[in-house]
Nanobody, 127 residues
Framework: QVQLAESGGGLVQAGGSLRLSCAASGRVSNTYVMGWFRQAPGKEREFVAAISISGVHTYYSDSVKGRFTISRDNAKSMAYLQMSSLRPEDTGIYYC????????????????????WGQGTQVTVSS
């Protein structure tokens, strides 16, 4: 089983940047897609970004496209989410998760397909 641990959250002003990290341990396999999700108070968990095993394929929600960048370092079993031009509506708990690669045309936005989750890291963007 894979264990995931997020870090890098914090309080930032609107327009600022943060870089989140996700460390994978345990039965780590490079067949996993890495995804980032977020959940604001009173709202459902929503997809933010995902990245294929090789890093060639990346997927973003429309709300973060052009502002966030997902990346991974397979040698270190790490995934990252670089967040720029942050907005108050980006506030929430950010989670990383893994799922199996199902091809480049598959939709990786649905939370139920992810089988391992971290505990989350809080991101707060003040206006």
């Amino acid at each position: 089983q894979v264990q995931l641990a997020e870090s890098g959250g914090g309080l930032v002003q609107a327009g600022g940047s943060l870089r989140l990290s996700c460390a994978a341990s345990g039965r780590v396999s490079n067949t996993y897609v890495m995804g980032w999700f977020r959940q604001a108070p009173g709202k459902e968990r929503e997809f933010v970004a995902a990245i294929s095993i090789s890093g060639v394929h990346t997927y973003y929600s429309d709300s973060v496209k052009g502002r966030f960048t997902i990346s991974r370092d397979n040698a270190k079993s790490m995934a990252y989410l670089q967040m720029s031009s942050l907005r108050p509506e980006d506030t929430g708990i950010y989670y990383c998760a893994t799922t199996l690669w199902k091809g480049s045309d598959h939709g990786y936005h649905a939370p139920p397909q992810y089988n391992a989750w971290g505990q989350g890291t809080q991101v707060t963007v003040s206006s």
